[in-house]
């Protein structure tokens, strides 16, 4: 049943004001929610949530009632509609208040930037809050900007009854206050950690890109920076020349754990892998398709070979081999098949009688 509201004439217009305006608040809301998400998508800056919602008749006829006297009419109430961003890491809240001062007019006088209040318990109230506006449209509304942790603190304190006015013991109060510390100290600590992860991956791909492939370490990061040098492709167009065959670019990321258990620690011992073993795989791709009529190959063809190679002069032999395809296959009897028979096959090859 709904709550029965006590209003003075005065009130009751600005309500019917809502009413008649209610279908444009939805559309503007919903508008104002697709610039935002396409805004985000474009720049590629990935938040948690984007939210939004047009204040209920009741939640207004409440508000009204509390304090309806400070509003001379609808328009003085910013919150109709409200839009909540939350990011993941505290850099990224600027970020998103960059891009909503682009889209929208911004009201300064009437917004607020809570991350500069300093009490001991205002963790999660740290929210950025703007009161924005578009051209054509008479009301203004409110965006709020926090993280993922200010914004699962709130919730949290919004459902014990925290700030509801009901005292609560200190020593309830210690410890939620404790936990507001850790919970901004790992807000910090997730950007801090994201920021160094970001500037260690520049540093790989300057080391990458200048050849000094002995001082960066083996990783999925820098083999994936490897990769876009295409160090596989002199072999892989080296293969396909045999019978004048097309390359299908496939993922060699799962030859990272492969290099991995051939004891490359650094970018640099898979180069050297590739140069000393270059010759061997173009022998076993020989034998494998040059009595073919094959004329497409897959890219992983020659790293594959590589690693044979590889694991048959190193003297892994059949059980290295099988390790192999296990890693990229998952284990599998097929595997053991493949390389008894490739084993077989590589033996009489020139690079297995070289020095």
């Not at 032999?317 to 008894?340: L, Y």
Request: with cysteine; glycine share 6%; aromatic share 8%.
């Amino acid at each position: 049943m709904p709550v029965q509201r006590h209003l003075d004439p005065h009130c009751e217009a600005i309500l019917q004001e809502y009413r008649e305006q209610l279908p444009r608040f939805r559309e503007v809301a919903g508008e104002v929610y697709s610039r935002l998400r396409q805004t985000f998508d474009e720049a590629g800056l990935l938040v948690a949530a984007i939210e939004y919602r047009v204040k209920t008749e009741d939640s207004l006829a409440g508000k009204l009632e509390l304090k309806g006297g400070k509003y001379h009419s609808l328009a003085d109430i910013t919150d109709i509609i409200g839009l909540r961003v939350i990011t993941f890491y505290v850099d990224d809240v600027d970020k998103v208040a960059s891009a909503v001062e682009r889209l929208f007019e911004v009201d300064w006088e009437n917004s607020v930037d809570k991350r500069k209040i300093h009490e001991i318990d205002s963790f999660g109230y740290l929210s950025l809050h703007y009161i924005c506006s578009v051209p054509g449209f008479p009301y203004r509304f409110e965006v709020q900007m926090r993280t993922v942790l200010q914004h699962a603190w709130a919730n949290m304190n919004h459902d014990t009854g925290y700030k509801s006015g009901v005292e609560v013991p200190k020593e309830y109060l210690r410890n939620l206050s404790r936990l507001a510390g850790m919970l901004e100290l790992v807000d910090e600590q997730f950007s801090r950690i994201r920021n160094e992860l970001t500037d260690y991956r520049r540093r790989v791909q300057g080391l990458v890109a200048s050849g000094n492939l002995d001082e960066v370490p083996l990783d999925g990061d820098t083999f994936r920076s490897f990769l876009e040098l295409d160090p596989f492709g002199p072999l892989n167009r080296r293969i396909a020349s045999v019978n004048q065959a097309e390359i299908q670019e496939v993922s060699l990321m799962p030859y990272l754990e492969v290099f991995k258990a051939l004891k490359c620690q650094t970018l640099g011992d898979i180069s050297r892998l590739i140069r000393e073993n270059a010759e061997g795989a173009y022998q076993i791709a020989c034998y494998q398709i040059g009595l073919t009529d094959l004329d497409i190959i897959s890219s992983s063809l020659g790293p594959q070979d590589l690693c044979i190679a590889f694991i048959l002069r190193s003297g892994g032999g059949r059980a290295g081999i099988r390790m192999m395809f296990d890693a990229i296959n998952g284990p599998s009897e097929s595997n053991e098949m493949m390389a008894t028979l490739l084993t077989e096959q590589a033996k009489d090859l020139p690079f297995m009688n070289q020095k």
